[in-house]
């Protein structure tokens, strides 16, 4: 168990629809992360929060959206989705920021999104 | 910005047999890498990780070596197990910029045969 806890595991919803994923930290992480993973393709960064701000953005869509709450917990919002929007979400913590040696990342175990 | 490529996409090898998994990089500022292991179903498993004053690290099996001048990483197992058989992800930190902390290489599924 890695300490960051994603829910739902499994989601199932009709193109149009928004939903939302969401993202628990590990104790005292301060970084988040979000990655998206389609069939058969590897990780695709899609946006970091660190202590509540931005902190880099991928290559997220514009119908996508996230935050992270006072809480540390965050929230990766899908909107208008379309059948091409199925694939795994992950979620990743990591106590600082990676690049000024800050910890190692940890990821949760993903949102099954599908879409039809 | 920076990119990682990671070869082969598959990699099948007799147990006890070792593994070697190699990784690129263009950012030369680029100063942590981690390995990361993905069994069927599950979210990515941090293995083993590299900091860029660092050559090598070992853990019992696995073994990481990075190459900065050739900016290269590469990520060794010995005497592999069946439970071994995943798909490994490399992954670097560029220093500065907006691409976020890790960018990963496309995976290499390693199958170990009985």
């Known amino acids: 168990d890695s300490g960051v806890t994603q829910t739902p595991k499994h989601l199932i919803t009709a193109t149009g629809q928004r939903v939302t994923l969401r993202c628990s930290p590990r104790s005292g992480d301060l970084s988040v992360y979000w990655y998206q993973q389609s069939l058969d393709q590897g990780l695709q960064f899609l946006i970091q929060?660190?202590?509540?701000?931005?902190?880099a953005k991928g290559n997220i869509l514009e119908r996508f959206s996230a935050q992270q709450f006072p809480d540390l917990h965050s929230e990766l919002n899908l909107s208008s989705l379309e059948l091409g929007d199925s694939a795994l979400y992950f979620c990743?913590?990591?106590?600082?920021?990676?690049?000024?040696?800050?910890?190692?990342?940890?990821f949760g175990q993903g949102t099954r999104l599908t879409v039809v | 910005g920076e990119n990682v490529e990671q070869h082969p996409s598959t990699l099948s090898v007799q147990e006890g047999d070792s593994a070697v998994i190699k990784c690129t990089y263009s950012?030369?500022?680029?100063?942590?890498f981690p390995w990361y292991k993905q069994e069927l179903g599950k979210g990515p498993q941090l293995i083993i990780d590299i900091r860029s004053n660092v050559g090598e690290k070992k853990d019992q099996r696995i073994a990481v070596t990075l190459n900065k001048t050739a900016k290269h990483f590469s990520l060794h197992i010995t005497e592999t197990q069946p439970e071994d058989s995943a798909v490994y992800f490399c992954?670097?930190?560029?220093?500065?910029?907006?691409?976020?902390?890790?960018?990963f290489g496309k995976g290499t599924k390693l199958s170990v045969k009985p």
């Open positions: 992954a670097a930190t560029p220093r500065g910029g907006s691409q976020g902390n890790l960018i």
């Open positions: 950012d030369s500022a680029s100063n942590y």
């Open positions: 990743a913590s990591s106590p600082r920021d990676l690049r000024d040696r800050g910890g190692e990342a940890f």
């Open positions: 929060y660190y202590n509540g701000e931005e902190r």
